[in-house]
């Protein structure tokens, strides 16, 4: 065996194995830089040991090794649909919670999560810190929704439901006014 250069080898095969599968005394085994696959230099080309990825289509930016779609390296993401150039954040590791900016190469906080200064961490945020709802609203999930048992529009005003009798309610379509206080009435099925 004898070491050629770093990423091939020349081995010298006893004759009768040579002669057994009709080939050289000489075989060199080598990777190929360009794809990172092993395989062999026959009379100056490279062969490509079979490496299952005959018939694997990989996506954008990747490659397929051994049966198997690997996003390309300074690439990340799905390597079956696409990878996507890490730009600054190749070899970057960001904490718990943090992404990569690839602009600028520093870690941000993920979608969902704001920096909090006296921890040094990026911790959930409460999507409704900044949310103003009307009275008789609450905010949920960043949206204001009216609490239970009121009606309303939650940005401007929640009033207490009334829920009547069916008599009443025909009364009211027809009339389309509350004769008690002349005040109109929300009807709500």
């Not at 207490?160 to 027809?174: A, G, H, K, Q, S």
Request: proline share 3%; charged share 20%.
């Amino acid at each position: 065996v004898q070491m050629v250069s770093g990423d091939s080898v020349i081995v010298v095969l006893p004759e009768n194995v040579a002669n057994a599968i009709g080939g050289e005394h000489k075989c060199v085994l080598t990777a190929n830089t360009t794809t990172g696959l092993g395989g062999r230099v026959v009379e100056g080309t490279f062969q490509a040991f079979d490496t299952g990825c005959e018939e694997i289509v990989c996506g954008d930016n990747a490659q397929c090794r051994f049966s198997k779609c690997e996003c390309m390296d300074g690439y990340k993401g799905d390597p079956e649909f696409m990878c996507e150039f890490l730009g600054n954040c190749y070899g970057v590791l960001c904490g718990p919670n943090q992404a990569c900016n690839t602009t600028t190469g520093n870690c941000d906080c993920s979608q969902g999560y704001k920096y909090n200064k006296d921890t040094n961490k990026c911790q959930e945020w409460d999507q409704c810190d900044l949310v103003f709802c009307a009275t008789n609203a609450e905010c949920k999930q960043g949206e204001c929704v009216c609490k239970d048992g009121y009606i309303g529009d939650p940005e401007v005003f929640c009033h207490e439901r009334v829920d009547l009798d069916p008599i009443d309610v025909e009364f009211c379509i027809l009339q389309r006014y509350n004769t008690d206080n002349n005040h109109a009435l929300e009807v709500v099925f």
